[in-house]
């Protein structure tokens, strides 16, 4: 376990923002984590860097969490119980998955980031939230250097929403994360038009949990950013919630406005439609963006600093409340 000094976080966050860390240290085995917990308490933690935006240098120790492996706890013919180490890339875990025939998280292939975050934020597209297949999230709490269990409950699962963005925020290291995933009878979800349509042209009327995930990568493929050629973290704001008599007074004069009922009282609009109807699809500002294809994503053409990028969430952030009373919530995590 080697603690570097000065080292550049480029490569470790799919904006591609520049920025540095003070201390860094990267750490593969449970054992160097909870050696290093002994003697270090302020820690940045960072796993696939996939929903940060940094928009300053890193004064904490930077802790790069790099545990691999993937362990079949136990299965029967109809179902697998798996733990993967937070390290994991996650499309690597799906694609490896979909190899074994194993079911549950086809809809959300080429999600970037690491198994370990994957809880934190409740991954989901295509009408598929990670929630559904996780039993339960392994975590080493900073403060006791404890290993503690928390059931798919007590994870407090919501809409990219769980407790480890609320009251245990910063507590914890997310180690592990365990799924039950289908072995045969797979429950597949192709109810998302795009979906839907995509296995219409390949004229696929039978799909397997293979012709969902690359049904899946097309759509993805089409419409957002790759990180490794556009810096990007996938949307940047949350789809709103807005109670339902403002959504009838916009629907009247936006009657082709998409949206999703939640409940009688609340309904959840687009908010990269939302983007779209004010200007802002496609444009640049020096290297900060919006995507030309999704408004929900914000790009880093190559130089543009943290800051930048921030400051055109907020620009974006006003005109939407200025021109709809929509207060747009950011997703990805600023620091
Ligand atoms: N829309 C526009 N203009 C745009 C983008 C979208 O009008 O620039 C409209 C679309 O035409 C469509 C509606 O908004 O009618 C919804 O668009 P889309 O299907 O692309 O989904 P989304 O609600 O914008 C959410 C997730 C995505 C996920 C997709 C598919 C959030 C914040 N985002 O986007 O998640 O891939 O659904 O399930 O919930 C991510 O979190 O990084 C992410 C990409």
């Known amino acids: 376990m080697i603690i570097s000094e000065n080292i550049s976080l480029k490569e ?23 050696q290093l917990l002994k003697s270090e308490k302020e820690l940045f933690l960072l796993s696939g ?52 025939g194993f079911g549950g998280v086809e809809n959300l292939s080429l999600i970037p980031g690491n198994v370990g975050t994957c809880p934190i934020q409740n991954i989901g597209a295509y009408g598929v939230e990670v929630k559904d297949t996780i039993t339960k999230v392994e975590a080493l709490e900073i403060e006791t250097g404890k290993l503690l269990t928390f059931s798919n409950a007590e994870c407090q699962f919501g809409y990219r929403n769980s407790i480890f ?16 995933l289908t072995k045969n009878q797979h429950q597949l979800n192709t109810s998302y038009g795009a979906i839907e349509t995509a296995l219409q042209e390949n004229k ?3 799909p397997t949990i293979k012709d969902v995930s690359d049904a899946v ?60 109807q004010c200007g802002f699809k496609g444009k640049r500002f020096g290297d900060a963006g919006v995507h030309k294809k999704q408004a929900l994503v914000l790009v880093n053409y190559g130089n543009a600093s943290g800051k930048e990028i921030y400051k055109l969430a907020q620009n974006i952030q006003q005109t939407i409340f200025d021109t709809f009373k929509i207060a747009l919530e950011i997703e990805v995590n600023i620091i």
């Open 204 to 206: 696929i009327t039978n």
């Open 49 to 100: 860097g996939s929903n940060m935006l940094l928009t300053k240098d890193i004064e904490k120790l930077v802790v790069f969490l790099d545990f691999k492996g993937i362990s079949i706890d136990r299965e029967n013919n109809n179902s697998v119980h798996i733990t993967v180490n937070s390290g994991e890339n996650w499309h690597e875990f799906v694609l490896w998955c979909i190899s074994q």
């Open 217 to 276: 990568i097309a759509i993805r493929k089409s419409k957002l950013p790759d990180p490794k050629e556009i810096g990007n973290s996938g949307s940047f704001f949350k789809n709103p919630l807005i109670p339902t008599n403002q959504f009838l007074e916009l629907q009247e004069k936006h009657p082709a406005i998409p949206y999703y009922k939640i409940s009688e009282t609340e309904t959840k609009v687009p908010a990269g439609w939302l983007v779209e």
């Open 165 to 180: 963005k609320n009251e245990a925020k910063g507590k914890y290291i997310l180690t592990s994360v365990s799924f039950q």
């Open 12 to 34: 470790y966050n799919t904006f591609g923002v520049q920025c540095y860390a003070k201390r860094f240290v990267s750490i593969t085995s449970f054992y160097d984590l909870q």
